[in-house]
């Protein structure tokens, strides 16, 4: 099959690019809205930008034609938590894909404990082995989507999921202990697979 993308729709575009793109790291960001509460939302289109400083960046698409909660949440306060997915808190990420009112918080609809953050507002999710508070530093408009770059703070990460041989100077995570969740398309996700150290 040949395939002209000007041909295709935006949601066909889109259905066509995440069953083509897996699988995907997934950022569960956390924010604050307009009157306190707690804002948590999947997003896929999510890799890191550069380590000097290091930095990640989110895809925010467009809701019915108007900002998404976590966008808004970002441009109006600068902060936001990158949570690392992993099985133990998919519930939640399910509940913070779905649509809710801004004032909804996902986090208390999912049940989900947080903890407070080091430097910036946002809680983290306490059972996310991985923390990442962010700071935003750009905020760009492409293709129908706000690409949001932030540049990382602050990072926690639970001891259980360390490499034995990380220090403060040089952390490293174990991807077997880690156990992190994969984005594929439509209703599917995937378990971390059989891994292997490239061709010598």
């Not at 990420?93 to 407070?116: F, K, N, Q, W």
């Not at 991985?130 to 760009?140: D, W």
């Not at 990382?152 to 952390?171: C, Q």
Request: with cysteine.
């Amino acid at each position: 099959m040949q395939i002209d993308p000007a041909l295709l729709s935006r949601r066909d575009a889109y259905h066509f690019l995440i069953t083509s793109i897996v699988p995907r790291a997934i950022a569960f960001v956390t924010t604050v809205n307009e009157t306190g509460g707690t804002n948590a939302a999947p997003f896929s289109y999510f890799t890191g930008v550069g380590s000097s400083p290091p930095s990640v960046l989110i895809c925010a698409g467009r809701r019915r034609e108007s900002l998404k909660d976590t966008h808004r949440n970002i441009e109006r306060t600068g902060e936001f938590v990158v949570n690392v997915v992993v099985e133990e808190i998919m519930g939640g990420v399910v509940i913070g894909g779905t649509d809710h009112p801004p004032d909804v918080s996902e986090i208390e609809l999912a049940r989900l404990a947080t903890s407070p953050a080091v430097k910036i507002s946002p809680p983290l999710i306490a059972a996310s082995p991985i923390n990442l508070e962010c700071r935003r530093s750009h905020i760009f408009e492409a293709a129908g989507s706000a690409i949001i770059v932030g540049e990382i703070v602050w990072a926690h990460v639970r001891d259980d999921v360390l490499d034995p041989a990380a220090t403060s100077n040089a952390p490293l995570v174990d991807i077997a202990k880690l156990r992190p969740i994969g984005r594929l398309g439509g209703d599917l996700y995937a378990r971390l697979g059989e891994v292997f150290e490239r061709p010598r």
